[in-house]
């Protein structure tokens, strides 16, 4: 990861100032139920794609993060269903870092139909930064700083609150 990756950050930046990633994709019928209607539990699974795209976008990974040693253990979840999503739908998850914290980061999402913008549902994570021994850590110093400066350019842009739905 490298500090010169910040430049690019105002193109994550949606309309309102908020620093958004946003990735689509279709469910697929693994991830559905006999009536074709996606498993409750397949959302956590594509906030974590929403989450992974965003720190990605942002000049790090979570595969840089673990070959440190490093790792965001899920520590809160809260999910609001408002729709069901269906086999073959297109499916657009976008993602916002809403906390920083020194040993700690929380996210916001929206998980919606792609072809209607239809709400499907609300999501927020925390996460605590841990060490492989399973004890509690800072978040890297450069880790923390591109996410800091990161959250620091959607304020000057705007606000810093979840994506709208959220």
Known sequence: MRSDRIAP????LNGGGLLESTVEFR???SETDQMGVVHHRIYLVWCEMGRTELLRQL???????ERQG???AVSDLRFSYRASARYDDLVRVRTTLKRLRSR????????EDAASSALLVQAETDHV?????????????ETYELLKRAQELASEE???DAPSGV
């Open 158 to 160: 705007g606000t810093t």
């Open 104 to 111: 700690g980061v929380s996210f916001a999402y929206v998980v």
């Open 59 to 65: 000049g790090s990974s979570y595969a840089d993060l």
């Open 9 to 12: 950050l105002g193109a994550l």
């Open 27 to 29: 469910a697929r019928y």
């Open 129 to 141: 930064c841990m060490g492989g021994d399973g004890a509690v850590r800072r978040i890297p110093a």
């Open 70 to 72: 490093i790792y965001l």
